[in-house]
């Protein structure tokens, strides 16, 4: 009876280990195609940019899309001189950036405007 029990979980993990190995395969073949994509998308943007007459793509700010993805607005800072108050401020904007998909520092510091104000 235990024989019976050992060689039904070993057939189990075998097939366990097959399905695995061809849902692996899968999603590493989807990716191939997702990145290719990506490259020839890349490619087309830099293309246009180019015959724009724009110089560089470097210069232009990197947002990574995270399409439907709602972010609630991030609170102002209100121009408190507290040290705590200002790493809060500053962390919660990273973690606002991040659903977002903006990871080059020069769009960050250009959006951090709209959540400042001047004191009155």
Request: hydrophobic letters at 35%; charged letters at 25%; aromatic letters at 10%.
């Amino acid at each position: 009876m235990i024989k019976v029990f050992g060689d039904s979980h070993d057939k189990e993990m075998y097939d366990l280990l097959v399905e695995v190995t061809d849902l692996r395969k899968f999603v590493e073949e989807e990716l191939h195609v997702l990145w290719k994509d990506v490259d020839e998308v890349r490619a087309e943007c830099q293309s246009r940019h180019a015959s724009n007459g724009n110089a560089s793509t470097s210069t232009s700010y990197i947002v990574v899309g995270t399409h439907g993805i709602k972010v609630p607005k991030f609170d102002m800072y209100n121009d408190t001189r507290n040290a705590t108050m200002v790493e809060n401020f500053l962390f919660g904007l990273e973690q606002y950036y991040e659903p977002l998909g903006i990871v080059d520092d020069g769009a960050k510091i250009a959006n951090a405007s709209n959540f400042l104000h001047e004191s009155t």
